[in-house]
């Protein structure tokens, strides 16, 4: 089949080399027309997988009506903040009832929306579903064993994305709860940033294994007051993609982390990572939905004070433990 993919980064090029493998025909939006050249022509994109050749089957192009005209099926892989202003192009290009399917993890900081709302909003003709769990790109990209969790408003359109994607070494599970599947890989992301800085602090795998459990314990707190499902955020969505992303080096997240706990700023953090790490910008976000929530978020918050106020990671470690102690299960 012919399968549009949006953004030509780290995830959307493993997909789009994983959905080649299986036979289909590919065609990646990329924003950069060096890239999208580079991608016809010399069948690689350095920039993110460097001295891999690409699977035949994919192409690529710039434009972005040429895209959305190659496919009714469309996965979009384009970073969180970024997503209204391409869907607001989308909808000027097509009011076709394009089936789309959305990689990205995060909540928009400009309103603290998640994603499915941004898409009912900005283009309510594109059929919505969207994909999280445990899964690097880079070792999506090596057919390394993978296992995500797929949600839809819908069983049939689940089914249609769960054929259409499983295959090789990536099993797809099929579920009805879109919030939990976005709260989980939105928020995790935040969590695997204190992991980092954990790492870089020395703090020995007790801390880390506690950090875990206490981020699934704030994830399932916000999850509930915004209609997910604690068993969705015990899964994949939920505590695999926590545990895989608080655990790993391939995570931006968490090597954003880490350059923060061996004392450089954000900026330098930043600059140093040269890629995206949602969490850093979904955390405000975050710490806003937990305010209107009335939802407490300890680390969150700490997060939130070590990126935004300047606050140094050790104070903000004796902080938590100052805290008054109390029952560990409370939803």
């Not at 995060?106 to 969207?130: D, N, T």
């Not at 994949?236 to 895989?244: P, S």
């Not at 050790?314 to 409370?330: Q, S």
Request: charged share 20%.
């Amino acid at each position: 089949m012919n399968i549009t993919i949006l953004g030509a980064g780290s995830f959307g090029t493993a997909m789009a080399s994983h959905l080649a493998k299986l036979g289909h025909s590919v065609m990646l939006w990329a924003r950069d027309k060096v890239k999208a050249d580079e991608i016809n022509n010399e069948h690689t994109n350095t920039s993110c997988f460097k001295g891999k050749t690409l699977p035949c089957g994919i192409c690529a192009s710039e434009d972005l009506s040429c895209a959305l005209a190659f496919s009714d099926l469309c996965l979009a892989a384009i970073p969180t903040q970024a997503q209204r202003c391409v869907l607001s192009n989308a909808a000027g290009i097509t009011t076709r009832n394009i089936h789309i399917l959305n990689l990205a993890k995060g909540i928009e900081i400009s309103s603290g929306k998640l994603l499915h709302e941004i898409y009912a909003e900005v283009c309510p003709q594109f059929v919505y579903s969207a994909l999280s769990g445990p899964s690097h790109a880079e070792e999506l990209f090596e057919d390394m064993p993978t296992t995500v969790a797929l949600a839809s408003f819908g069983k049939d359109e689940s089914e249609m994305w769960q054929r259409l994607l499983n295959g090789s070494n990536l099993r797809i599970y099929t579920a009805s709860d879109v919030i939990g599947l976005e709260v989980g890989g939105a928020a995790k992301n935040i969590y695997a940033i204190a992991a980092g800085i954990s790492r870089a602090m020395k703090l020995g795998d007790n801390a880390l294994a506690a950090l875990a459990s206490r981020s699934l314990a704030e994830i399932m707190r916000l999850g509930v007051k915004m209609g997910a499902s604690p068993l969705t955020l015990s899964g994949l969505a939920g505590v695999g993609d926590l545990v895989v992303t608080c655990y790993s080096t391939h995570s931006r997240n968490f090597r954003l982390g880490f350059a923060l706990g061996e004392g450089k700023t954000l900026t330098q953090a930043i600059d140093a990572l040269g890629q995206v790490a949602e969490g850093a910008y979904t955390v405000r976000a975050i710490v806003e939905n937990a305010q209107k929530f009335n939802v407490e978020m300890p680390l969150a918050e700490a997060v939130y004070g070590v990126l935004y106020m300047n606050k140094d990671p050790k104070e903000m470690l004796k902080r938590l433990f100052a805290r008054p102690v109390k029952p560990e299960m409370r939803l």
